[in-house]
């Protein structure tokens, strides 16, 4: 079965520390993959996806990802944390399809806390 | 450009009654799937809606249906609730075919069954 494990579950990091979240998913296809975000009380945005082409994508707020084939893996990365980045980080992966519709596997979140 | 929306936002019921949560899709959005978020879970694909028909289930019983309407709007009626069904639902919305295969989600309803 497809699944995606997110291993670290809690994370707590002071302000300007890097940060990696990582993201691993089982499926031996071509996937589509993305990092959502849920800040406190509000609903889930997309911060990156990866379709094809350059495996390091870059997204909103200075976020970054590096997909590596090979190690079934699309970690989440940014260099310097700041507190507004408090929130919970979900991968998810999607079985890639020519066209139409699909659906999202996620994982099961991790919880960022930054202190100011 | 109007943003998924949900209603209600948060629900009460009680175990073995029934349950209808309303989606509207992003403006130019034709797909709507629903997942559950349980506590301290990712959310979970229920099942996706295209045109009206089913599109792709999830390992969610029977009693969890839904429907599309031709405005793409959506509904999903869970019966006979289960304390289990505690949860967060989102709903998604996005364009079939688009190339971006991105999903928009909504802010949720909370329901709480007791």
């Known amino acids: 079965a497809q699944s995606v494990s997110q291993h670290n579950h809690h994370v707590i990091l002071s302000e300007a520390a890097s940060l990696e979240l990582g993201c691993n998913y089982s499926?031996?296809?071509?996937?589509?993959l993305f990092w959502y975000v849920q800040y406190p009380g509000q609903h889930l945005q997309l911060l990156l996806k990866?379709?094809?082409?350059?495996?390091l994508v870059k997204g909103i707020k200075g976020f970054e990802a590096e997909f590596i084939k090979s190690k079934f893996s699309f970690n989440l990365r940014k260099p310097s944390v700041q507190w507004s980045d408090t929130a919970e980080y979900f991968c998810?992966?999607?079985?890639?399809?020519?066209?139409?519709?699909?659906?999202?596997?996620f994982g099961t979140g991790t919880r960022l806390k930054v202190l100011a | 450009e109007t943003g998924v929306t949900q209603s209600p936002t948060h629900l009460i019921k009680t175990r073995g009654q029934q349950v209808t949560l309303r989606c509207s899709s992003q403006?130019?959005?034709?797909?709507v799937s629903w997942y559950q978020q349980a506590l301290g879970q990712g959310p979970q694909f229920i099942f996706q809606?295209?045109?009206?028909?089913?599109?792709g289930r999830g390992n969610f019983p029977p009693r969890f249906s839904g429907l599309q309407f031709p405005n793409y709007s959506s509904e999903l009626n869970v019966n006979a609730l289960e304390l289990d069904d505690s949860a967060l639902y989102l709903c998604?919305?996005?364009?079939?075919?688009?190339?971006?295969?991105?999903?928009?989600f909504g802010p949720g309803t909370r329901l709480t069954v007791t």
């Open positions: 998810a992966v999607t079985p890639f399809k020519a066209s139409g519709t699909y659906k999202y596997i």
């Open positions: 499926y031996g296809g071509t996937v589509n």
């Open positions: 403006s130019g959005h034709n797909t």
């Open positions: 809606y295209y045109r009206e028909e089913e599109n």
């Open positions: 990866y379709f094809s082409g350059d495996p």
């Open positions: 998604a919305s996005s364009s079939a075919g688009a190339s971006s295969y991105e999903q928009y």
